[in-house]
């Protein structure tokens, strides 16, 4: 089956930086796109996933304001790996980050809503402090 497993977390000091990775494993076919999303305390359920950054087979990116400049996304297509590297890191940016993979090609540009993605790893807490 799907497998999609998220490591890096941790706990940083405010203007940090951490690197989270997602492993994916399983798929019968490459997603169209791969993204990052975090849930902030008090919310649940995927509906409730705020989108990060995302990043199509081609390349193309996406970030939500809040992170542009501050977090990048990348993939090692050899690895089967996706990356967020975060950096300025704010206490507000405290949340548990997931990785998830969506199979949309008809899709122009990297989506950052939730209902474009299909799987979804466990995620991964970040926690800064201030």
């Known amino acids: 089956g799907l497998h999609l497993v998220e490591s890096g977390g941790g706990s940083v000091q405010a203007g940090g930086s951490l690197r989270l990775s997602c492993t994916a494993s399983g798929f019968t076919s490459a997603p169209s796109h791969m993204g990052w999303f975090r849930q902030f305390p008090g919310k649940e359920g995927e509906k409730e996933r705020d989108g990060v950054a995302s990043i199509t087979r081609s390349g193309a990116t996406s970030y939500a304001d809040s992170v542009k400049g501050r977090f990048t996304i990348s993939k090692d297509n050899a690895k089967n790996t996706l990356y967020l590297q975060m950096n300025s890191l704010k206490p507000e940016d405290t949340a548990v980050y997931y990785c998830?993979?969506?199979?949309?090609?008809?899709?122009?540009?990297?989506?950052?809503?939730?209902?474009?993605?299909?799987?979804w790893g466990q995620g991964t807490q970040v926690t800064v402090s201030s």
């Open positions: 998830a993979a969506g199979w949309r090609f008809w899709v122009a540009y990297p989506p950052l809503g939730s209902v474009d993605f299909d799987a």
